[in-house]
């Protein structure tokens, strides 16, 4: 399985396109700008499925054009429909050229297994940073799709609609349990993985605290 990281828009947020190298199956992880670029870049593989791991229009910003162009399900946690059209700030949908997010055609949760071919992933709830955040793992290739949760040294902000400091704090103590050999995509910067940040991030080592 192979995760390719596209950093697209000007916030550098991670759209992840994961496939199988055998059977070119293919899932693209929170697409959030720069549709015409992911689109080449998965044009020769079999798209089965959009996921996002929250509703910020910065991870979710594409799917509509997407959607429309490949003719895939959307997969997204319910909990966060509120967000996906939500400009948050003004002129954020302008700056990133956001076309409009259709809703999600299957709501995920806890437990869930996703199967897409030959891909599959779990699902991880992990609200805080929003409501329906959710991480994506695959426990045979240690991998962990973060998605605005658990950075390289840092955690997700809580303070824009629907976060909460204290659904953070849980969700990242959830993610600690982990292996720590799991290599982490977050939503933003470099990959890093749970040993180190169970080590070093300063918000889960209690360095810092999350503002609740």
């Known amino acids: 399985m192979i995760a390719k990281i596209l950093t697209v828009g000007p916030l550098a947020e991670n759209s992840i396109i ?15 700008a720069e549709g015409d670029r ?7 593989l079999n798209v089965k ?11 979710v910003g594409q799917v509509g054009f997407l959607k429309e162009k490949l003719k895939v399900p959307f997969y997204m946690n319910q909990k966060d429909e509120f967000l996906i059209n939500n400009d ?6 302008f700056m990133l050229k956001a076309t409009k997010c259709p ?8 437990g869930d297994v ?18 329906g955040s959710v991480c994506f793992y695959n426990q045979k290739e240690k991998m962990l799709i973060s998605g605005d949760t658990l950075f390289a040294g840092s955690v997700g902000r809580v303070d824009l609609p629907g976060g909460n400091g ?20 977050p939503g933003h910067g470099g990959k ?6 169970k080590r070093t991030n300063p918000f889960i080592t209690g360095v810092f605290r999350l503002k609740w």
């Open 18 to 32: 994961i496939y199988d190298e055998e059977s070119k199956d293919c899932v693209i992880v929170d697409p959030g």
């Open 38 to 44: 992911i689109l080449k870049e998965v044009e020769s």
């Open 49 to 59: 499925a959009i996921i996002a791991t929250h509703g910020h229009l910065d991870h």
């Open 88 to 93: 948050i700030f003004p002129g954020f949908a």
């Open 103 to 110: 809703p999600p055609d299957y709501s995920i949760k806890e």
């Open 114 to 131: 996703l199967k897409f071919g030959t891909l599959e992933f779990s699902v991880i709830e992990t609200p805080g940073h929003t409501p």
């Open 166 to 185: 204290q659904d953070m704090d849980k969700s990242l103590k959830k993610l600690m349990e982990l292996p720590e050999d799991t290599v982490v995509y």
């Open 192 to 197: 890093t993985t749970i040993g180190r940040e």
